[in-house]
């Protein structure tokens, strides 16, 4: 068996500098009957991954207004829900840092924690768009790739090894840590886009970006 990237890593380590490589897991069968090899399954996931098992019941609220929120949230206690997440559309921006924004959304967090509800939001990353800078170059065009043929499988996309990406997920850390939020609703960056950017600062070329990213 080889467990191995589909592409890269081709990156350069320098003295005294670590490298860590993904970690594979093997389950090794002892029997035959599809029983025991599901409970051994379910044992693994388990053991490895317990958040695997959970199957809280959640509510997409379609607005981030506070009254709407709070709706949801008081809704959702009565029936025995467990989560709120200001959905899609909803207005909810969590790369919004500004202080008020930030107060409401904790405010909104501490009205949820006081009905046994934990609240969050979703955020997009993949085909947003963005400037020509931060988005993910294809190597055929030497441009912002667009579509699956040239490069981006979800359309226009940022580079998450870019300046831009280093304060994306800043902005979220921060969020999180400001607000009290547990839930976290995130489409993309998936599987991981091949970016040609050399100007890029978090790698090299197009041989090391999937692995960077």
């Not at 997009?124 to 400037?131: D, E, I, N, V």
């Not at 994306?168 to 939020?181: D, I, P, Q, V, W």
């Not at 050399?198 to 070329?205: D, L, R, V």
Request: aromatic letters at 12%; charged letters at 25%; a negative charge.
């Amino acid at each position: 068996m080889e467990c191995t990237p589909t592409f890269g890593p081709n990156i350069d380590i320098e003295p005294g500098k670590p490298f860590e490589s993904f970690r594979a897991f093997e389950l090794l069968r002892d029997a035959t009957d599809m029983e025991r090899r599901g409970l051994a399954e379910r044992k693994l996931w388990r053991s490895m991954a317990p958040w695997t098992q959970e199957n809280p019941l959640f509510m997409h609220v379609s607005s981030s207004k506070p009254e709407a929120v709070k709706l949801a949230i008081d809704q959702s206690a009565d029936v025995g829900f467990n989560m709120v997440i200001m959905t899609f559309g909803s207005g909810f921006n969590i790369e919004n840092n500004s202080e008020a924004y930030l107060d409401e959304m904790k405010g909104l967090n501490e009205y949820a924690q006081k009905k046994g509800i934990v609240l969050g939001g979703y955020s997009l990353l993949a085909s947003r768009g963005g400037k020509p800078e931060d988005l993910i170059i294809s190597q055929q065009t030497g441009k912002a790739a667009t579509n699956y043929k040239n490069g981006a499988r979800f359309g226009k996309t940022p580079c998450l090894a870019s300046v831009w990406g280093e304060e994306y997920f800043n902005k979220l850390y921060s969020f999180f840590e400001k607000t009290g939020m547990k839930v976290f609703e995130h489409d993309g960056s998936y599987p991981g886009d091949m970016c040609a950017s050399h100007s890029h600062s978090g790698h090299e070329g197009f041989d090391d970006s999937q692995w960077k990213q």
